[in-house]
């Protein structure tokens, strides 16, 4: 009985690991707005890299960033590289921890003008 309790506690702690690695991809706001943009669609390193502003070693960072998180695909199509999200409900979790923030944030307004 001791070893299934250990062996659970185990295994809840692998799971805690994995969602705190996840929620890494969240710590850059470069890759959220990487995230956002392929919202739109499939887009290559060159067109993200002249939306965004960003360098190129920089948006290629974040894109394996990303790919290694498999939140992103990359299709190569002739020398192109083609991004897609992989789960779309990544913007599910966007959206809900933009609903959390900018609820405190309101809430942080509403006790200033108390």
Avoid at 23 to 47: A, C
Avoid at 80 to 86: A, D, I, M, Q
Avoid at 100 to 110: P, T, V
Wanted: with cysteine; charged share 30%; proline share 2%.
């Amino acid at each position: 009985m001791r070893g299934l309790r250990a062996l659970k506690r185990s295994r809840e702690t692998d799971q805690f690991e994995l969602i705190s690695d996840f929620f890494t991809i969240f710590t850059n706001p470069k890759r959220i707005q990487i995230l956002q943009l392929l919202k739109e669609g499939e887009l290559t390193v060159s067109e993200i890299t002249e939306r965004t502003g960003l360098s190129q070693p920089t948006v290629s960072q974040h894109l394996k960033i990303l790919r290694d998180k498999h939140i992103v695909t990359v299709k190569r199509w002739g020398n192109k590289c083609y991004y897609t999200v992989e789960d779309g409900r990544i913007y599910q979790v966007c959206d809900l921890i933009k609903g959390i923030i900018f609820k405190r944030i309101e809430e942080i307004r509403k006790g200033i003008a108390r």
